[in-house]
């Protein structure tokens, strides 16, 4: 059976609606995704919530629900927007979900069997928005707990725990042996710094049923349930086995953001081993956006609604600013000017204007038919093709991008250097026209198959204004010479209605 590509997002917590953080994560992961069904690789892409836990217990009684009702409400909307980012994934996971819960409830019984876990009373503190427990490394010089831990109470009870501190050792050495499984290297070194600095602290999986009610119970201790993170991290592996057929694990790339780096580059390789699992290929870590410059808080208003851009501006315009803005690893600043000027630059007057102005060309002076083929762009298509497929390998979707921008502006300023518009004024040119209309029609459609990971409906509409049927979905397809002489295009539209801004 064939390994498929198998990448996952994380799972988000159904504690309040989607952000721009989230739709962030979510367009990465579909664009590495279609790049690879792009390149002919069998893919499953996974994205889904996490339901469990004492912040979702909280927020249902505040709402007067039981969790469940909560959580199915919320589900819908976080369902409904990711078909709203046009995300191609292959299922759709929630924790609450039977075929997780009771993959969860195997894995606890087999490492419970097995000696990885031991009871034991805990004194201490506990933050209860991060449903953490706290230690005095945690304090602020002043003797309090930063105020990102929200009320920390102080807790005595008794709970199990996962022997970690055993496998910090195995983790160092295999981190080391595989530089490519934490990306970027900034990140890999945080986590081997952290891990030959820090004594491994064994991990609490329990929650005493007297305190928290809504999780999966221990099968071998029914007064508790799951630790929250030990069930959520368990979705990459239960919906794998929930496909038996399909050979997805190990998963190929876990895309996640930076502050739960700890949690999937150290608990989850930890917890794989001890359950007999092999290591997903690549954790790959992006950074967090701001908004002109301050912290996204719904609290000040510093806000950006991925749902209402899309509305006004478009899916396609969405996905391609926050990956032409910001490359996966860093920190990203959000403007409206940046996004408005990208549109207009790039979008409208780059990528747009040069469709609209090759097709409307070769409808005016050719009636819309092809003719014979000349390879002037030839070369510059191929390259951007190469790096293009190169890069989709190394999930480098800010270069890629790059890369194809200049396949459009080349292709621009082609149209400024032979001036099409002057040639059809001349009879003797008939010829040099024709070279010059095959070149742009050509170039639009290698475009259209290389944006297509980044940009679908509007890479499917210059097919469709190509007078192409099907999907430009195959990156074998950009090579040069698709459109044979005497075929006939369809209509020019505007791609990317101009906005007065």
Request: glycine share 6%; hydrophobic share 40%.
């Amino acid at each position: 059976m064939n390994k498929r590509f198998y990448i996952t997002t994380a799972i988000d917590y159904v504690n309040g609606q989607p952000h721009l953080g989230h739709a962030y994560e979510k367009i990465i992961a579909d664009v590495i995704a279609r790049a690879r069904r792009s390149l002919g690789q069998e893919v499953f892409f996974l994205t889904g919530l996490d339901e469990h836990g004492q912040k979702v217990q909280q927020a249902a009684q505040a709402e007067r629900k039981n969790p469940q009702e909560y959580c199915d409400a919320l589900a819908a909307d976080w369902q409904a927007f990711a078909r709203k980012l046009e995300l191609t994934n292959d299922d759709f996971v929630r924790t609450t979900q039977p075929r997780h819960k009771a993959f969860v409830q195997a894995k606890l019984a087999q490492l419970h069997a097995a000696g990885h876990f031991y009871r034991a009373t805990y004194t201490g503190y506990y933050s209860t928005k991060e449903e953490t427990f706290l230690t005095e490394k945690d304090r602020l010089p002043d003797g309090t707990f930063d105020a990102s831990y929200g009320e920390v109470v102080e807790l005595k009870e008794d709970n199990y725990y996962f022997k970690l501190g055993a496998q910090q050792q195995w983790l160092i050495d295999t981190i080391e042996a595989n530089p490519e499984f934490i990306a970027p290297s900034y990140r890999r070194n945080e986590v081997l710094g952290f891990l030959k600095n820090n004594k491994l602290e064994d991990l609490c999986i329990s929650r005493p049923l007297a305190r928290l009610n809504w999780g999966i119970p221990l099968p071998f201790d029914p007064e508790f349930v799951t630790y929250v993170w030990f069930d959520a991290l368990v979705n990459y592996a239960s919906i794998a086995d929930a496909h038996p057929d399909l050979g997805l694990w190990p998963a190929d790339i876990h895309v996640i953001g930076k502050d739960i780096v700890k949690f999937h580059a150290v608990y989850w390789p930890i917890m794989l081993k001890a359950m007999g699992l092999p290591l997903p290929k690549q954790i790959l870590v992006h950074g967090w956006w701001q908004k002109d410059g301050a912290k996204i808080a719904k609290s000040t208003g510093n806000v950006v609604d991925p749902v209402a851009v899309i509305n006004e501006w478009g899916v396609d315009a969405l996905r391609f600013y926050v990956l032409r803005e910001l490359d996966i690893g860093p920190d990203g600043n959000w403007t409206d000017a940046g996004f408005r000027s990208r549109y207009q630059a790039e979008l409208a007057n780059g990528l747009g204007n040069l469709v609209n102005r090759s097709l409307s060309m070769l409808k005016r002076y050719r009636n819309g038919i092809v003719p014979a083929r000349a390879n002037e762009l030839a070369a510059d298509a191929a390259r951007a093709a190469d790096e293009t497929r190169a890069l989709f390998r190394q999930s480098q979707l800010q270069a890629a991008l790059q890369s194809i921008w200049g396949l459009v502006n080349r292709a621009n300023k082609f149209v400024d250097e032979t001036a099409p518009f002057k040639l059809a004024k001349d009879p003797a040119q008939a010829q040099r026209l024709d070279e010059v209309l095959y070149n742009l029609a050509e170039t639009c459609r290698v475009l259209a198959v290389l944006l297509w990971p980044f940009l679908p409906g509007t890479a499917t509409k210059i097919y469709a204004q190509l007078g192409l049927t099907g999907s430009p979905d195959k990156l074998a397809e950009a090579t040069w010479g698709g459109l044979p002489a005497g075929h006939t295009i369809g209509e020019p539209a505007p791609l990317f209605p101009r906005k007065d801004v």
